[in-house]
Nanobody, 122 residues
Framework: HVQLVESGGGSMQAGGSLRLSCAAS????????MGWFRQAPGKERDWVAT???????YYGDSVKGRFTISKDNAKNTVYLQMNNLKPEDTAVYYC?????????????????WGQGTQVTVS
C-alpha cells in the first residue's frame, strides 16, 4: 500500500508562484515514476506533469514553461513548482504514482492518488 499526501496549496494572485509537495510512504520506491494531475470545477481531471524517476520530465501544454516537477528521492517527496500562475490554473491538484513505472520507465497508468490540494488563482 502507498500513501500520498499533498500540501502547499492555497490562494494566489495571477502571476504569483506556489510550490506543491507530495510526501510518499509505504510500498514506494525512490525511482518510481510519479506525476501530478488537476481537476477544475465542472471539468475532467487533466494530466499536468510527470517525472520518470531518474530526472526526465514531461509537461502538459498548458503548463509547459511555467511549472516544474521534481523529486527528492532521499525524502520520497515530489514537488510541483508553479510560476506565473493564471486563473485557469485554479483546480484541485493530485499527486499520483505510476502503476508500473520505475527507474526511468513510465507506464502512464496510475494506481495511487493523493487526497488533493486546492489551488485558487484570482
Amino acid at each position: 500500500h502507498v500513501q500520498l499526501v499533498e500540501s502547499g496549496g492555497g490562494s494566489m494572485q495571477a502571476g504569483g508562484s506556489l510550490r506543491l509537495s507530495c510526501a510518499a510512504s509505504g510500498s514506494i520506491q525512490r525511482t518510481n515514476c510519479m506525476g501530478w494531475f488537476r481537476q477544475a470545477p465542472g471539468k475532467e481531471r487533466d494530466w499536468v506533469a510527470t517525472d520518470n524517476g531518474v530526472g526526465t520530465t514531461y509537461y502538459g501544454d498548458s503548463v509547459k514553461g511555467r511549472f516544474t516537477i521534481s523529486k527528492d528521492n532521499a525524502k520520497n517527496t515530489v514537488y510541483l513548482q508553479m510560476n506565473n500562475l493564471k486563473p485557469e490554473d485554479t483546480a484541485v491538484y493530485y499527486c499520483v504514482r505510476d502503476v508500473g513505472g520505475n527507474g526511468g520507465y513510465c507506464s502512464w497508468a496510475w494506481d495511487y492518488w493523493g487526497q488533493g490540494t486546492q489551488v485558487t488563482v484570482s
